[in-house]
């Protein structure tokens, strides 16, 4: 590899071995002991406490892990030299950090890995089909979504949920639709989001009934599990993805290929609305919450947009290029695909920075983008102007997409062996540490959790100097 | 009134009549309010911080300096302090215009946020300002010209009864609740507006019915504000709710209320006030819990909601304006129709309070508890006359320095005072 280093050829990259700065993995043991694990639905979470101990050089944080019913904390010791960002130290030391692309397995969970687990929470008769962690909340620590769109809080301490939003699903409701063996993946959808100050929930879920999914804004704050209000989206049947963009603003994935913008003070109408009938079924979509403006979506083809929501909503009004009744032209930044038409099941923007996000395709890889090279080549016009992106999309600034493609895939995640050619893509089983740039957490259905951090070109050039 | 008054000295009190570079008609509408600058000066031990002064359509910056009184005792003072002593001499000329509005009330936004300040006009238009920049940069018009239904409001039957307005701005200062008349009897507006993302963008307007003029809006946390109309009824609404109230306050006795306002320290408590002259102290959780408490009611009934304690404007002074401290959970200013400031405090009250057991429930007004929260009652000075004078925001907290008031006469005269109450050990020995 040192040969290449020094001018890379966007190949190169595309074909890139995955090196990790850091992968460890291990399958969790448990006291109980557990039927058909294979079958039962995984998620996983980090919390966001870290805790440094230069004495052993370990940064030891936690992962947060459900399988079905059953939460798991699973303790999980770095090593610092892997994790420590500035050059405090010598230069050499650092260097010689750098210098070990871990190709073998770390020890991160060496000594949880002979413990056997038991549940820290239990969602009783629920299958745990997404947790968030509640940073710094006096209330609960976090909440939980069943597949059939309740809500539970969970605390430390405590091992039952503290609050309930409980969605009747028996036999005899009309939700009975998802019990059946029909079609119950496709109707048992839901998903929430959260508020930039964690005070607002908003939760969707499938009607039962078609052609309505519902969504509910649920309060975080003063009463938790409180329902404010419920806003039915007509002509869907399932809303699979909500995110918020900051306190008040969010959107709403459903499977007409529309993404709704809601204001959580205004009445039951959208904001503005995006409609992307090309490329696709919309799978998944996630908004940053480092520029409260970008947003990136995933289709069943395997593409993935990128979007300034400022441009989106300013081609609403805009009457430039159409007529008054015409659709919106509503254009991304920037478009990418999954090679081999790997179809997109799950993207989330990194916490930490505002150009990375990864995407996970439907074979279970998980893909890792960094747009800063997209955001340097369209620097030179002045970015205040709202309607600058739409310019840009408009004119040939935009690098051409071989070039783009090479340049921002920085690394991909296979996964591991054992995996067969079933479909393994899920949603909530990848998840970026809120705190520590880069580390991911993954779960496959083998129950095996792996911990990585992706050693990037970037580490190269930062080699070279 | 024997005994119920302690003796009125200030710690501290400054006046000033402010003058004007441009010839101005000083029967305009006033309102006022601090800004939360606060700059220390340690050489003359005094904080520099400055007053918003609106007089008509012009708003005025006016600086002052508050003694600190270091390490001393405090001690009452009858001489007039001088606050205003670096701008006395100096003609004011208007930081901000809003024009052709009549500046009805005002709240600062302070430096973190893109605009400085929020003005309201009596007939319910919001303009915000900008520090440098001397008109508004945004609006909220509300449309008032004698070819709209508003027309009313120009009309000279009941011009002051129509034209009434407030807003309340949430916590984190996000959202802006405003209310306002319909102009049409039998219905007043509350309109939701976005202060974070796009300010002055209407995201909801929702319809009172039944009410001419929802005369006061108040928030208690991010979210959950509460509209106080004139039949009576206090509803609580949540801004992320559908346009229906999440419960409601209703008080048909004690005469027409008339003002609310709710403790920006602690979230729970508000105090109301009447024509007649009673205060109340509220809990908003026992109001909530009752209307769900079937304990002493049928269901149809209506809820059986009390309040913590009750006090009163002694000669029937009714209650025009009451203020929460945003430093205090305790203190609580309430102006009355004759002019008068009556500073009270609600520890003694609250200290008898438990809000798991609400059997007790009203404290009502006794001399006991009349004297123990009634701590100052400022009367504002020789120049008033016997009419009618007091009036919404013409008193304002500061918002940081503890105790502090600014107030505005109907003759200009600015005053800034610190009241100087007796500690209750003097009644222990």
Request: glycine share 6%; aromatic share 10%; hydrophobic share 35%.
């Amino acid at each position: 590899m040192s040969q290449n280093k020094g001018r890379p050829s966007a190949l190169w990259r595309r074909s890139a071995p995955s090196l990790y700065h850091h992968i460890s993995s291990f399958k969790p043991k448990f006291i109980t002991r557990m039927d058909d694990v294979e079958r039962l639905h995984k998620t996983i979470t980090f919390r966001s406490e870290i805790i440094p101990d230069k004495e052993r050089g370990l940064l030891t944080t936690s992962l947060l892990y459900s399988q079905g019913s059953d939460i798991y904390e699973i303790d999980c010791n770095l090593p610092l030299g892997s994790f420590y960002k500035d050059g405090k130290k010598g230069k050499g030391e650092r260097i010689e950090n750098k210098k070990f692309p871990d190709s073998k397995d770390g020890d991160a969970f060496s000594e949880v890995e002979n413990k056997k687990l038991s549940a820290k929470w239990v969602y009783s008769g629920e299958t745990v089909a997404k947790m968030s962690y509640l940073d710094d909340s006096e209330d609960s620590t976090i909440i939980a979504m069943s597949k059939n769109g309740s809500l539970a809080w969970f605390r430390d301490g405590i091992k039952v949920p503290i609050h309930i939003v409980q969605e009747m699903m028996g036999p005899s409701t009309s939700f009975a639709a998802m019990h059946s063996h029909v079609r119950p993946d496709d109707l048992a959808v839901s998903d929430f989001g959260l508020s930039e100050n964690l005070e607002t929930l908003v939760k969707s879920q499938a009607n039962g009934s078609e052609e309505d999914s519902i969504l509910k804004i649920v309060d975080n704050s003063g009463k938790p599990g409180d329902i404010l209000r419920t806003i039915h989206v007509p002509g869907t049947t399932v809303t699979h993805t909500v995110r918020f963009f900051d306190n008040h603003l969010f959107g709403s994935c459903s499977d007409d290929n529309t993404i709704r913008f809601w204001d959580v003070r205004t009445s039951a109408k959208p904001v503005f609305s995006l409609t992307e009938p090309q490329n696709g079924r919309l799978t998944a979509f996630d908004t940053s919450q480092i520029t409260n403006e970008l947003f990136v979506t995933g289709s069943s083809t395997g593409v993935i947009k990128l979007w300034d929501v400022r441009a989106v909503e300013f081609a609403t009004t805009d009457l430039t290029y159409r007529q008054n009744g015409e659709d919106p032209i509503q254009n991304e930044l920037v478009s990418l695909y999954h090679s081999g038409g790997d179809s997109v099941v799950d993207v989330q923007f990194s916490q930490t920075s505002s150009s990375e996000f990864f995407t996970v395709g439907n074979t279970g890889n998980v893909y890792h983008w960094d747009m800063e090279y997209f955001f340097s080549k369209n620097d030179d016009d002045n970015e205040e102007s709202t309607n600058v992106p739409v310019k840009k999309t408009t004119t040939s600034t935009v690098p051409a997409p071989e070039e783009l493609q090479g340049q921002c895939l920085k690394f991909f995640h296979s996964g591991n062996n054992n995996r067969s050619t079933a479909k393994f893509g899920k949603k909530n089983t990848v998840a970026w540490h809120p705190i520590i740039d880069d580390l991911v957490c993954t779960v496959d259905d083998s129950t095996l959790v792996s911990v990585y951090k992706p050693f990037t070109l970037r580490d190269f050039d930062a080699f070279d100097e | 009134m024997t005994k119920i008054y302690k003796p009125s000295s200030y710690e501290h009190i400054s006046s000033l009549k402010p003058r004007f570079i441009s010839r101005v008609d000083s029967h305009q509408d006033k309102s006022i309010t601090f800004s939360n600058k606060i700059v220390p000066d340690k050489d003359d031990s005094a904080l520099k911080t400055s007053i918003i002064y609106s007089q008509g359509s012009d708003i005025y910056e006016i600086d002052c300096a508050l003694p600190m009184g270091g390490s001393n005792e405090p001690k009452p003072e009858n001489e007039y302090g001088d606050a205003f002593a670096a701008v006395e001499k100096k003609p004011l000329s208007a930081k901000w215009i809003y024009s052709g509005e009549t500046v009805s009330k005002m709240e600062y936004l302070g430096n973190s946020n893109e605009t400085t300040l929020v003005a309201m006009s009596k007939n319910g238009s919001l303009a915000w300002f900008k520090d440098g920049i001397k008109v508004p940069v945004h609006i909220v018009q509300e449309m008032m010209g004698p070819a709209t239904s508003f027309a009313a409001m120009h009309s000279h039957v009941r011009p002051n009864d129509l034209a009434v307005s407030d807003f309340g701005l949430s916590f984190d200062s996000e959202t802006i609740v405003k209310s306002q008349a319909s102009g049409s009897a039998e219905e007043s507006i509350l309109k939701v507006i976005d202060n974070a993302g796009k300010p002055s963008e209407i995201l909801r307007t929702i319809r009172v019915p039944g009410t001419t003029v929802a005369h006061t809006v108040r928030f208690f946390d991010n979210h959950l504000f509460a509209s106080c109309s004139d039949d009576n009824v206090l509803r609580f609404w949540d801004v992320r709710t559908a346009d229906k109230p999440l419960f409601i306050l209703s008080d048909p006795q004690n005469g027409r209320l008339t003002s609310f306002d709710a403790s920006t320290v602690t979230n729970n408590l508000f105090v109301t006030g009447f024509s007649t002259g009673v205060v109340k102290l509220w809990d908003v959780r026992g109001v909530e819990n009752a209307t769900t408490d079937f304990t002493n009611r049928q269901n149809g009934e209506e809820p059986v909601q009390k309040e913590i304690a009750n006090f009163y404007h002694s000669g029937g002074d009714s209650v025009e304006d009451v203020q929460f401290s945003y430093t205090s959970p305790y203190e609580v200013v309430t102006v009355g129709g004759s002019g008068n400031v009556y500073h009270w405090d609600m520890e003694y009250a609250l200290s008898n309070y438990d809000e798991e057991d609400t059997s007790n429930l009203p404290q009502d007004a006794s001399e006991d508890l009349q004297t123990q929260s009634l701590k100052f009652v400022h009367t504002g000075g020789p120049r008033r006359e016997a009419k009618q004078r007091g009036k919404k925001n013409i008193v304002s907290w500061h918002p940081v320095v503890d105790g502090y008031i600014a107030t505005v006469d109907d003759d200009s005269l600015v005053s800034v005072y610190k009241p100087f109450t007796v500690e209750t050990e003097v009644d222990e020995e």
